[in-house]
């Protein structure tokens, strides 16, 4: 079990807008460290998404976007196309594992 | 192009041993660190573990501690996973990837090596 927790699915239809969760704790999200999402496509290399919880890599399309609040963080994607079937996985820095970075278990976005 | 192109899928017995790298391409190699990610057939990203190649420090997630060795050659800017005694459970696709401070997350991935672990 991951100690960062996604949902297991998400759906939307094409052009609809959707938001993927990423739950923690006080000893990773809650502390202030940055929250990043990766996109991986199927049979890819996962790509990077959105780092420090908020910013897009240059060539990630703009209705990719990031926020944090607490011990959350969240990934929407806005106008769904069908080429963002996938799935998506948060990270992040906990200190309880020996200051280790740890990976959510990954929700798998499905479009309808 | 910065670019991390990992070496080719194996297949090997339990028990052998295996080194599977990473090459880095079109940046400086020792102002990075380089993390691992395995992968598990069907499954979700697990970070490994990371090193800086500059001075090799390197860090393990408690579950790969003891488990694999990372290591980083300046010269051939390739940063090497390595195992000494595979187990079947070590069947998973592992990635390399480039990260830069904590706050800008892992920007480049290698394509993926599959290692593959059976009888």
């Known amino acids: 079990q991951s100690v960062l927790t996604q949902p297991p699915s998400v759906s939307g239809a094409p052009g609809q807008r959707v938001t993927l969760s990423c739950s923690g704790t006080s000893s990773n999200i809650g502390a202030g460290y940055d929250v990043h999402w990766y996109q991986q496509l199927p049979g890819t290399a996962p790509k990077l ?64 | 192009e910065v670019q991390l192109v990992q070496s080719g899928a194996e297949v090997k017995e339990p028990g052998e041993s295996l080194k599977i790298s990473c090459k880095a391409s079109g940046y400086r190699f020792v102002t990075h660190w380089i993390g691992w990610v395995r992968q598990m057939p069907g499954k979700g990203l697990e970070y490994m573990g990371i090193i800086f190649p500059g001075d090799s420090d390197t860090t393990y997630s408690p579950t790969f501690q003891g488990q694999v060795t990372m290591s980083a050659d300046m010269s051939t800017s390739t940063a090497t996973l390595q195992w000494t005694s595979l187990k079947a459970s070590d069947t998973a696709t592992y990635y390399c990837t480039r990260r830069g401070d904590k706050s800008k997350g892992m920007d480049v991935w290698g394509q993926g090596t599959t290692v593959t672990v059976s009888s």
């Not at chain 1, 011990?71 to 080429?83: K, N, P, R, V």
């Open chain 1, 49 to 112: 998404l959105i780092y420090g919880d908020t910013n897009r890599p240059s060539g990630v399309p703009a209705r990719f976007s990031g926020s944090k609040s607490g011990t959350s963080a969240s990934l929407t994607i806005s106008g769904l196309q069908a080429e963002d079937e996938g799935d998506y996985y948060c990270q992040s820095f906990d200190t309880r594992l020996s200051g280790s970075d740890i990976f959510g278990g990954g929700t798998k976005l499905t479009v309808l």
